[in-house]
């Protein structure tokens, strides 16, 4: 029901956009969040984005260089990730919220 | 931001006995409008993405087995297993989504004894 795309191999300060594409629920009344996990570490929540679109948040760890949206119509979240670092490796999780629906996941290796 | 801290980092039961995992949050989650603790558990196996097993600190999703339960409220949460099978090998993990950032706890390792 959700599933994540757009993941890859990218140089550092790089960019990336990840796709979320959801189906089999009302996409546009959940709350949408992304999550990252690297390899062998524990799940670390990286940004999310209100219902409407109109409210966005972000950890501290991405503020300023990733953007989180999504597009209603398409049922569709996205991640545009920018200066990217060799620390943005992991495998990138789409979820709602509450976290009823989980993504299986991309995988963004940042690496010269 | 909210800290969540799990309880033991590692944790080795015997198969059919009962396993307890503990989760402490720095600030309440519960949401008083609606008196509903918006903390969830999850199980990742190797190699996997997270389950959902628990949300609302204690309704089990659809198709969990009755086995997990969970318990608590505010800042203290619980999951228990009471009859560990084997395929519950697993790390478990708390998440916080009360406020963001919505946090995570680092994690408890289950193995067989």
């Known amino acids: 029901q959700l599933v994540e795309s757009g993941g890859g191999l990218v140089q550092p300060g790089g960019s990336l956009r990840l796709s979320c594409a959801a189906s089999?629920?009302?996409?546009?009344?959940?709350?949408m969040s992304w999550v990252r996990q690297a390899p062998g570490k524990g799940l670390e929540w990286v940004s999310a984005?209100?219902?409407?679109?109109?409210?966005?948040y972000y950890a501290d760890s991405v503020k300023g260089r990733f953007t989180i949206s999504r597009d209603n119509s398409k049922n569709t979240l996205y991640l545009q990730m920018n200066s990217l670092r060799v620390e943005d490796t992991a495998v990138f999780y789409c979820?709602?919220?509450?976290?009823?629906?989980w993504g299986q996941g991309t995988l963004v290796t940042v690496s010269s | 931001d909210i800290v969540m801290t799990q309880s033991p980092d590692s944790l080795a039961v015997s198969l059919g006995e009962r396993a307890t995992i503990n989760c402490k949050s720095s600030?309440?989650?519960?949401?008083?409008?609606?008196?509903?603790?918006?903390l969830a558990w999850f199980q990742q196996r190797a190699g996997q993405p997270p389950k959902l097993l628990i949300s609302?600190?204690?309704t089990r999703e659809s198709g969990v087995p009755d086995r997990f339960s969970g318990s608590g409220s505010g800042t203290d949460f619980t999951l228990t297993i009471s009859s560990l099978q084997a395929e519950d090998v697993a790390v478990y993990y708390c998440?916080?989504?009360?406020?963001?950032?919505?946090?995570f706890g680092q994690g408890t390792k289950l193995e067989i004894k």
């Open positions: 979820a709602t919220r509450p976290p009823k629906y």
């Open positions: 089999a629920f009302t996409f546009n009344i959940y709350a």
């Open positions: 984005i209100s219902g409407s679109g109109g409210r966005t």
């Open positions: 600030q309440s989650v519960l949401y008083s409008s609606n008196n509903k603790d918006y």
């Open positions: 609302g600190a204690s």
């Open positions: 998440q916080q989504y009360y406020s963001t950032p919505y946090s």
